[in-house]
């Protein structure tokens, strides 16, 4: 049961550690390279092309990519899980 509680307890932190990530990035990303003021198009037109927010969007974009993939492989790995307990019961 050990090892059970374990596994919980990782996959939230796995989970809650991508959202807090992706949520820090997104706004780092608005608040430097693409402001929600009357400046921002100005801003924006200007910083597009710049190393600094061209990472923080692509890190931010595949975030969102693994984060499905994290619930897709704990999915599948509760219905394997549960498939191989029935059948040793």
Do not use: R
């Amino acid at each position: 049961m050990g090892i059970l509680i374990y596994t919980i307890l990782q996959f939230i932190s796995i989970v809650l550690t991508t959202c807090l990530v992706h949520w820090i990035l997104v706004n780092l990303y608005t608040n430097i390279c693409a402001p929600l003021n009357w400046m921002g198009p100005l801003i924006t037109f200007i910083n597009l092309g710049s190393p600094l927010c061209q990472f923080m969007n692509y890190v931010q974009f595949e975030l969102a990519k693994h984060y499905i993939t994290i619930w897709v492989s704990a999915g599948t790995g509760l219905i394997v899980w549960a498939s191989s307990f029935l059948k040793l019961s």
